[in-house]
């Protein structure tokens, strides 16, 4: 107990330090620059604590139970021996944390409305849910291939560059294509599944993977699988976009 007191405290100053900046750099510009009185300093006050114990609670639980557990269940499926059920994992993994992404859905529903409003879509709310879910699922399922496809890169052992370059030159071709309105939502969606929830569960995984197989190296094999799961929905949010017409 006393040592899960002393990780949380040392969270809770951690949180305090990675925020000092951004209230140096408000309160720089709102006293120095504009020269003018904090609006509602009490709710302001308040806000931030919350703000910090938020952050201090969620490094406390990825410490604690996220990061663990992905590691864990990655070994135990190296050492279980089948590709199968590790590659399932892999994506269900991908898809899940990525659908329950808050970032993805907060993007998602206003591309939806953006959509609507442009007359790209119909200006019902059914129309604009269900391509506000359809965004989502495609997010979702790609960053799921891109998970199976980092777990495949540790398994063979593949070079994480030309994977990378490939992806890439495969961004610039279908950015060609790709009707004009999906390209920025498509480019921003490899933005927001890097998130609170996806990036966590991803590295643990790859980290963990990485050290139960023999021959591999946590720091040079357990890292990368972010960079895929960052560039796979940019793809397919395009394709989905071509296939809206």
Known sequence: MGRQLLVFFQALI??????????????????VVLQQPMPNILDIFIGLVFVVLGLTFFIYGLEMGLFPIGESMAQAFAKKGSIFWLITFAFCLGFGTTVAEPALIAVAEEAANVAAAGNIIEQTEAAQSEYANGL???????????????????????????LIISGYIIVVIVTSFAPRWIIGIAYDSGGVTTSTITVPLVTAL????????????????????????????????????????
């Open 14 to 31: 951690g949180s305090c330090k990675d925020l000092l900046p951004i209230v140096v750099v408000i309160a720089f510009f709102q006293f």
């Open 136 to 162: 989502r699922y495609t997010v979702a399922f790609s960053v799921g291939f891109a998970i199976v496809l980092g777990v495949l890169r540790i398994l063979r052992g593949w070079p994480i560059h030309y």
């Open 206 to 245: 790859g980290v963990g993977l990485a050290s139960a197989i023999k021959g591999r190296n946590p720091m040079i094999d357990g890292f990368g699988l972010i960079a895929f799961a960052s560039l796979t929905p940019m793809i397919f949010v395009m394709i989905y976009g071509m296939v809206l017409g």
